[in-house]
């Protein structure tokens, strides 16, 4: 899921900065699972972020990275994240 499907389902797709910011703040006592936010190209965040870990992280759970080190955003979708946006507008 990239930083700017998540600004969506939030209801404002142009805030995908902001959504990396607030999951770079959020206290680590939470367990958020943050390694499986990227970006929108498939890039993964810069080393320091996650320690590295990152792509071990994700592998460990089926990701499929291109041969360039990028995620295969086609085949690794989060298919109730669009559920949830059409659950946001519903009237």
């Known amino acids: ?3 700017g499907q998540i600004a969506a389902i939030l209801g404002n797709p142009r805030l995908s900065r902001r ?3 607030a999951m770079f703040c959020a206290p680590s006592e939470r367990k958020l699972p943050c390694h499986r936010v990227v970006k929108k190209s498939g890039e993964l965040a810069p080393p320091e972020i996650f320690s590295g870990r990152q792509r071990q992280l994700l592998k460990k759970e089926g ?3 291109r041969k360039n080190g990028s995620i295969n955003m086609e085949l690794s979708v989060w298919e109730d994240a669009w559920l ?3 659950e946001l507008y519903e009237d």
Do not use: C, K
């Open 19 to 21: 959504v990396g910011q």
């Open 63 to 65: 990701v499929v990275f």
């Open 84 to 86: 949830m946006e059409a």
């Open 1 to 3: 899921m990239s930083y």
